[in-house]
């Protein structure tokens, strides 16, 4: 049986009607530049998140971006974020202008370690990025006393955690603003590119809609610098009609994740720990393997769907070579990216897809599958 790392088709087919009917109603009213689909869009995705504003721009990138430079965090200044993150994460505090510095994370949950945090602030340190990775928020009590007690801004990188859950808290209202990705894979997808900041802060998500569409404070009056980074008419009418779903898509990620978790660990795949009060939305269902590489072989053999998230430690790549790091900077996120593999996960996986991937790779670790 084929089983696919991520089954959008599927998804679609269960929405055709809505979806069609989203989409014809913007090209009714070509509404394909702002308006009234955005604003909409804005309040229920800011509403979904329990916060109080949300600027809708033109990807996931842009948004990580526009908030630093809507906190005036550029040249002279450091943003500490962790290095198994995508590129995307880095790749905005380098082209706000202002410093990255890397600090490891926890062997358990992938995410941020807080000491090491603390570990890496300078005098120069003005923001951190916690990177809510696989679908589950960072220690955010921790983060955040130590970036309160140095006067630092925290920016959440919520990409892949839609819905997430720290003790009944989301995204967005866990730091000073959260930076969302719709791609379409996303737990929350657009049919192209698309993204968010969302936080209280309603200052914030204002002066973040006013850089993404060239610094307009009006039709005919550019306030600021600015950029081309609007969310499209299309995109937020897409994310409009799938909204309404996304609590339940989670729900059926969590409960594939769950039936996942024994049966892989019995064969000596070991999944990512959920920490205690988080509730992960799985946007990515990750192990540990030892040998990741065969593995990963192994299962397209089979025509079964997996993933890297990700190969290479963002110091370790040839873009960031200039910071100067070598293997042993990051110890524990080094060795978690050199073992780890993403298998299939996605609402509409059924209980014989997964028997499917178990069967694969306890074929491959020479154990005997069960369930």
């Known amino acids: 049986m084929a089983v696919p790392f991520l089954d959008l088709r599927a998804q679609y087919l269960s929405l055709r009607g809505d979806i069609d009917a989203a989409i014809q109603g913007i090209v009714d009213r070509t509404a394909f530049i702002g308006g009234e689909a955005i604003q909409q869009f804005e309040r229920e995705f800011a509403a979904f998140c329990g916060a109080q504003a949300c600027a809708g721009v033109g990807n996931g990138t842009d948004a990580l971006q526009l908030v630093l430079e809507a906190m005036g965090i550029g040249p002279g200044d450091e943003v500490i974020t962790v ?219 089979r025509d079964i769907g997996c993933g890297l998230h990700y190969r290479t430690p963002v110091h370790l790549t040839e873009a960031y070579r200039g910071l100067g790091l070598r293997p042993g900077a990051f110890p524990v996120a080094e060795r978690l990216q050199s073992r780890i593999i993403s298998l299939p996960i996605f609402p509409e996986i059924t209980e014989a897809q997964q028997a499917e991937v178990v069967e694969a790779v306890a074929e491959f670790v020479g154990a005997p599958a069960r369930g």
Not at 127 to 148: E, N, S, Y
Not at 176 to 200: E, H, R, T
Not at 283 to 295: A, F, I, N, P
């Open 83 to 301: 290095p198994n993150t995508f590129m995307a994460t880095a790749e905005a505090i380098t082209r706000s202008g202002a410093t990255l510095r890397l600090c490891d994370v926890r062997p358990d949950t992938h995410l941020m370690d807080p000491e090491a945090l603390a570990r890496a602030i300078t005098p120069k340190t003005k923001a951190v990025i916690p990177v809510h990775l696989f679908g589950q928020t960072c220690d955010m009590d921790a983060i955040t006393a130590i970036a309160r007690a140095h006067g630092l801004r925290i920016i959440e990188d919520a990409a892949q955690a839609h819905g997430a859950e720290l003790r009944g808290r989301r995204p967005g209202t866990l730091g000073d603003a959260a930076c969302f990705s719709f791609y379409p894979g996303k737990n929350l997808g657009a049919y192209g590119d698309a993204g968010a900041v969302v936080s209280n802060d309603a200052g914030l998500t204002s002066a973040v809609r006013c850089l993404a569409n060239h610094g307009r404070a009006s039709h005919t009056e550019h306030a600021r610098i600015g950029t081309n980074s609007r969310l499209d008419g299309i995109q937020a009418a897409v994310l409009r009609a799938k909204l309404p779903h996304l609590n339940g898509w989670n729900q059926a990620r969590r409960a594939a994740a769950k039936r996942y978790d024994p049966l892989l660990a019995e064969i000596g795949a070991t999944p990512v720990t959920e920490a205690p009060g988080c509730t992960s939305v799985y946007h990515l269902y990750v192990v540990e393997v030892d040998d990741r590489e065969g593995l990963m072989a192994h299962l397209r053999a």
